[in-house]
């Protein structure tokens, strides 16, 4: 039971804070091993370990020959990308033809890149020249398979040049990725690389959303007295994008009280978020409900501006339940304050520290309170657009970042991002 002195402290809590509430709430569900092919937008539950030493064996990082002594050289056979050279050992004066990414044999210094090289036939004549000269080939483009199928040429190499060698990239056992990283393209790669086939992770939370407003008009030109629900379509990026899976989205009315605690109570998600019925109106029920249900408190309204009616609770064995502002770009800024935070960290990821930057424009916040402001980049700095008014989406729609601007701040000052274009 939360007492009234503890829900004192989570009223009107500072945006900084509010973020930190949010995030440290979240009890994360057991993670699961998924395969590869599914795992794309979801968060590593462990350490990304390489098993073996990257790369495993020393390999060519050119086209060309492996060399051993000093040359020229006689050729004695070829290596390709998983048909290494079939000899022990390559001797002083010998080389093998070796392609990008070929096993580099025993005993070779280096490997001389193939337009720098000069090689002749067994006759002696020159076949071919510099940068592509192949000599003494066979039906299958080899250079032959023993001793004095060709000579190669070219300048003196330093030991180990152009040799990837094994480990050189990490040892085995090391973390190349910690817990809490999300799983993109390139993680999935180096996974893949590494000889994994599936990866322990969280999945993405389930979250309903519910959009309420007896006034709103889901097609067309509203009526007069009418408004277009712009939180309906924006909603289901908006979760993707912070990291949420849409389990749902359904609109229900201001009235019946009922229909709202339906739509709350409905199993399959972990995460409900409800926009507006968020402030103390007639019509906005969402506080009763939650004090109905004995809702913990994690944050009741937030020292922002817009945003400020935005609140996170959890009833008694219930959802995470976010409430957002009806007015579209209040409802975004509390998604950004709220809604991200608890998602980051229901996957087990960091909250992480939000760049900053200077803000050159002159952004006036009230007294104890941040402002929130849609901001491009302007070389260095950022430079707030305007069109920030709670319901007005347009800043929001050409912004790069959204601002906090606290009280006091002047033009120069760094301020925290929360980023729109990743």
């Known amino acids: 039971m939360v007492t009234a002195a503890d829900q004192a402290t989570r009223r009107d809590v500072a945006w900084a804070t509010a973020r930190r509430f949010a995030h440290a709430s979240a009890e994360p569900a057991p993670p699961a091993r998924t395969p590869l092919s599914r795992a794309a937008g979801l968060t590593l539950a462990e350490d990304l370990v390489a098993p073996t030493p990257l790369p495993a064996f020393d390999t060519s990082a050119m086209d060309g020959y492996a060399v051993a002594g000093d040359g020229p050289w006689t050729l004695t056979g070829s290596a390709r990308p998983g048909r290494p050279w079939p000899g022990e050992r390559l001797e002083n004066g010998h080389a093998v033809e070796i392609s990008t990414g070929a096993v580099v044999p025993a005993g070779a210094w280096a490997v001389l890149p193939i337009e720098s090289a000069t090689a002749d036939d067994r006759a002696g004549g020159r076949a071919g020249g510099r940068a592509g000269g192949r000599a003494g080939r066979r039906a299958d483009g080899s250079a032959g398979g ?16 152009h040799i990837r060698r094994a480990g050189e990239d990490t040892p085995a056992g090391a973390s190349l990725a910690p817990a809490g990283t999300p799983v993109g393209p390139a993680l999935l ?23 309420t407003g007896d006034e709103l008009a889901h097609h067309g030109l509203p009526a007069p007295g009418r408004v277009r629900d712009a939180l309906g379509p924006l909603l289901p990026s908006l979760i993707a994008e912070l990291g949420g899976h849409l ?29 507006g019925s968020t402030s103390v109106g007639v019509t906005d029920g969402l506080r009763r409900l939650l004090a109905e249900r004995d809702a913990r408190w994690i944050v009741d309204s937030v020292a922002s501006r817009p945003g400020h009616p935005a609140l996170l609770a959890r009833p008694r ?34 909250l992480g520290v939000l760049p900053q930057a200077p803000l050159i424009s002159r952004v006036r916040a009230p007294a104890g309170r941040t402002r929130i402001v849609p901001v491009v980049w302007d070389g260095a700095g950022v430079r707030a657009l305007g069109g920030d008014r709670p319901a007005f989406l347009n800043g929001a729609a050409l912004g790069d970042a959204l601002a906090a601007v606290p009280h006091g701040h002047e033009p120069g000052g760094p301020v925290p991002l929360m980023l729109l274009r990743r």
């Open 247 to 275: 389990a749902d989205l359904v609109h229900v009315p201001d009235q019946p009280a009922s229909a709202l605690a339906k739509a709350v109570d409905e199993p399959g998600a972990e995460v409900v978020v409800v926009t």
């Open 317 to 350: 064995g219930g959802p995470y339940v976010v409430g957002l502002p009806g007015n579209p770009f209040a409802a975004l800024t509390a998604a950004h304050t709220l809604l991200g935070p608890l998602l980051a960290g229901l996957s087990c990821r960091p």
């Open 189 to 211: 790669g180096l996974a893949a690389s590494c000889g994994y086939d599936e990866l322990l992770v969280r999945r993405a939370p389930a979250v309903r959303a519910i959009v």
């Open 146 to 161: 023993r001793a004095g199928d060709g000579r190669v040429a070219g300048p003196a190499l330093e030991r180990g040049k």
